[in-house]
């Protein structure tokens, strides 16, 4: 019974691959048009794969948990769950009874100085705890992954664990480079192992150059008490259950666990939260340790999604344009149905025939989808911008390839099933020249075209609103001008500079970056606005009380980042730790401490660190965008740089007559020359603006791009079917037009057919794309979800589009010889 239907395949298979070979040229485009289809959607499985289906390429990823601290008092997610504090990972460390090991790791890996050649090079440093490697049961490929216990502060010569990749191509990937000293931050390290290849840690987009033990954390940063204090969070805990323990089970040990460690650091604060949030109890909870953490998820796999979406929508079309070709294939093979039907085959067996050929040519579209996927994920990966440090390996895995299988297996067997059921249909009526079955396929073809022309539609709405978002943003005003200006970044307290040395290296290198030949200005800043670092103070005046974000920046800092000032003036050399506390304000702020917005010369109080100071208002600024471009006007407050030193600190520099390439390369020579062991982060401010550009960047791309292969495959369908209509109706067109219709009559006829699929088609997706935009909500930046200008807009290019398509199809038929159609020549 199996044996026979199992020869019954081998022969269709045979007969498939001698029918596709026939016919090249439909073949060809078939494959083309769902290759597409196919390969853009595999790409972006590729990310969700690489986020949200990748185990941690570790030992029995299953059984590993993530514990988070949960501030119940958060007003939001993102606040609501916190890494710990070394003091409370240790005591779960050595209380959780539920797991084997609990490790511990920065979730926010260090740029560290690595000297190399008498120079130094920037390399990502993630401090683990001893225990890190051997609950993951990774082994190493060189060496060992051992490292010193959390409290074996004191050893002399402490050891790292490097990346495959790094050991390869920094350290020669040479077996000797086991037990060589490295230089980190100026602290001698050993190498005392290599990482298995792939190994990159627990968080995606993560990929550490080296793993050090968490006890030299404050010697290789140069801090004191991070180890020790409750109230700093910056640690991710993953521990192994035991055996016979269950996740809940695990949860409640470490909720009651909580409550303990609650006792001593509940008043802890959350760094960079509301007071509110601050004063929050924590609780704690558990989530599977995932490359995503399991808190934020959600967001991730929400913009994931839509992407998939988009993509799944963009190979309904191509499907659609496919299927079109097959029934067009179909009508011509009824009469060879029919035949073999008259020799004795079944229904079913000629629909396994023609199924077997569509999922042929499904399958061969699936080799070209993986190729184009190959190819098409590493050019998304260059969207992301330079700022951020994004490493996310899209390996070509088993999930990959058996999820392009599986969608080119669908995709064969659900836009082949239509024509395989045409053209089966009612085969007794090809005898009897019966015209309802052309009728019926007429029908499915008008439906697929309908169908291709609605999401098209939704596609190129979506396009064109992230594309509007997008430039909108990019012609916001941030409150500072990116044209021709340079940023270069640098942390002297990673190397150990006390606050007077750091000051004196501070001032000479401002002096030296603004006598560079085309440079105008050059100031400094503690951070960029838009940037991921912020600060926040408590700021009071007058009885007002305002949380703000601040910014400490050096002389002539609006001036060289473009910044109008309104009022007063702004810092200058004078102002340092020697003078008198002042401040500048933004306008916003001004206007909330003081209802007449005059602020200069007044006075206000702001907490810092060492307790409330007293600052006077020497300035007001324009009000900027300090979080994201799409904030609205938000109080902030600038200190002198001078007056409050940073070891971390951004020079800005307006360049004119030189490249900013060449600017930049002639800082880092002045910043080599002064200290070789700096490492700098460099870039223009345009770069540094792309990072809040880019969700509206990414999606504006991928919906456009989709939304113009839809409309040229609409297109292509439309006028497809407008050409077989004209074909099989040619007897009728010779016959009006030998009854006196002249040409641009049978034109307007066969154009008023393909309007009438084409207003279907319209009227479907502007519904549609109603209901789809408001996803796009939270991706826009000016401009609403169902912004009534660009419905129109994207509807009226279509149907110009989509006519026009239509227009030239139909000129076909002005060119019938009514004789020789009336003779059926």
Same mark, same amino acid.
């Given at each position: ?54 185990? %941690? ?193 695990? %949860? ?110 499904? %399958? ?51 836009? +082949? ?144 980042? +473009? ?257 020789? %159609?009336?003779?059926?020549?």
């Amino acid at each position: 019974m199996v044996r026979p239907r199992i020869e019954n395949v081998a022969r269709d298979i045979v007969h498939a691959s001698r029918t596709l070979r026939r016919n090249r040229t439909v073949t060809a485009v078939a494959v083309a048009i769902l290759a597409l289809g196919i390969g853009a959607n595999t790409t972006i499985f590729r990310f969700v794969s690489a986020l949200l289906l990748q185990p %941690a390429p570790v030992e029995a990823p299953e059984r590993l948990l993530q514990l988070w601290n949960v501030n119940r008092g958060a007003r939001s997610p993102m606040e609501r769950f916190v890494p710990l504090s070394y003091p409370a990972y240790a005591y779960y460390r050595d209380h959780a009874h539920g797991f084997t090991g609990l490790l511990a790791f920065d979730g926010d890996p260090a740029t560290l100085s690595w000297m190399r050649g008498g120079r130094g090079e920037m390399v990502q440093a993630q401090f683990v705890s001893g225990n890190f490697f051997s609950v993951l049961g990774v082994r190493a490929t060189l060496g060992t992954t051992a490292l010193p216990a959390d409290e074996g502060r004191g050893d002399a010569t402490p050891t790292v664990v490097v990346s495959h990749r790094f050991w390869r191509e920094q350290l020669g990937g040479e077996p000797t480079a086991v037990g060589s000293a490295i230089m980190l931050n100026g602290v001698a390290f050993t190498v005392a192992g290599v990482a298995p290849p792939g190994f990159t840690g627990l968080l995606a987009g993560l990929a550490p150059d080296v793993w050090a033990p968490l006890a030299t954390t404050d010697a290789v940063r140069h801090e004191h008490g991070r180890l020790a204090s409750r109230s700093t969070f910056w640690l991710m805990a993953v521990g192994r259950l035991a055996p016979r323990v269950t996740a809940p089970r695990a %949860a409640a040990e470490v909720r009651v666990l909580a409550r303990r460690v609650a006792a001593e650091d509940r008043l802890a604060p959350v760094p960079g939260a509301p007071p509110d949030v601050e004063r929050g109890t924590f609780d704690a909870a558990v989530y599977p340790a995932t490359l995503v953490p399991g808190p934020f998820r959600v967001y991730v796999g929400a913009f994931v999604g839509l992407l998939q979406a988009v993509v799944v929508m963009l190979l309904l079309i191509a499907g659609a344009n496919a299927a079109n070709l097959f029934l067009a294939q179909a009508t011509t093979r009824r009469p060879e149905m029919a035949l073999r039907s008259s020799l004795g085959a079944t229904r079913a067996r000629l629909v396994q025939l023609v199924l077997v050929e569509t999922t042929l040519l499904g %399958a061969l579209a699936g080799i070209a989808g993986l190729l184009v996927a190959r190819q098409t994920a590493p050019l998304l990966l260059r969207l992301v911008p330079p700022t951020l440090p994004l490493r996310l390996g899209l390996a070509m895995d088993w999930r990959v390839v058996a999820f392009a299988s599986g969608t080119a297996l669908l995709t064969g067997l659900l836009f +082949g099933l239509g024509p395989a059921l045409r053209a089966t249909s009612d085969l007794a009526g090809i005898l009897r020249l019966d015209a309802a079955g052309g009728r019926r396929g007429a029908r499915l073809r008008n439906a697929l075209v309908v169908t291709q022309i609605a999401m098209s539609l939704v596609l190129l709405v979506g396009g064109a609103l992230c594309w509007q978002s997008l430039r909108r943003a990019q012609s916001a005003d941030p409150g500072f001008d990116v044209r021709n200006r340079v940023a270069a970044e640098l942390d002297l307290g990673s190397l150990g500079y006390t606050e007077s040395a750091g000051r004196a290296l501070q001032r000479r290198l401002m002096e030296r970056v603004a006598a560079l030949p085309g440079v105008r200005r050059a100031s400094a800043t503690q951070y960029l606005p838009l940037a991921t670092t912020r600060m926040a103070a408590g700021v009071r005046a007058d009885g007002t009380e305002r949380q703000v974000q601040t910014f400490d920046v050096g002389p002539g800092y609006f001036a060289t980042m +473009g910044t109008p000032l309104l009022r007063g003036r702004e810092f200058g050399a004078s102002d340092d730790e020697r003078s008198a506390p002042v401040v500048v304000v933004n306008e916003a702020l001004a206007r909330a401490l003081w209802s007449d917005g005059d602020a200069v010369g007044r006075a206000l109080t702001v907490d810092v660190g060492a307790g409330p100071a007293s600052y006077q208002v020497i300035g007001v600024v324009t009000t900027g965008k300090y979080r994201s471009l799409g904030e609205r006007p938000t109080p902030a407050l600038f200190r002198a740089e001078r007056q409050t030193y940073r070891a971390r600190l951004t020079i800005v520099a307006e360049v004119a007559g030189v490249t900013p390439t060449a600017a930049l390369g002639a800082i880092r020579r002045e910043v080599a020359h002064l200290d070789p062991s700096l490492v700098l982060r460099t870039g223009t401010l345009e770069e540094h603006l792309g990072f809040a550009l880019f969700p509206s960047r990414a999606s504006g791309i991928a919906l456009g791009a989709a939304g113009a292969l839809g409309l040229v495959l609409a297109l292509a369908g439309l006028a497809a079917v407008v050409a077989q209509s004209v074909a099989q109706r040619t007897r009728e067109i010779g016959i009006r037009m030998a009854l006196g219709a002249d040409r641009r009559d049978i034109l307007g006829h066969v154009v008023r057919d393909g309007a009438r699929l084409l207003g279907a088609g319209v009227a479907v997706g502007v519904v549609a794309a109603l209901g789809a935009t408001r996803f796009l909500s939270g991706l826009l930046f000016g401009i609403g979800a169902t912004d009534p200008r660009t419905f129109v807009g994207v509807v009226a290019g279509l149907v110009v589009t989509s006519l026009g398509a239509c227009l030239l199809v139909a000129r076909r038929a002005t060119r019938i010889d009514p004789i020789s %159609a009336m003779r059926g020549d």
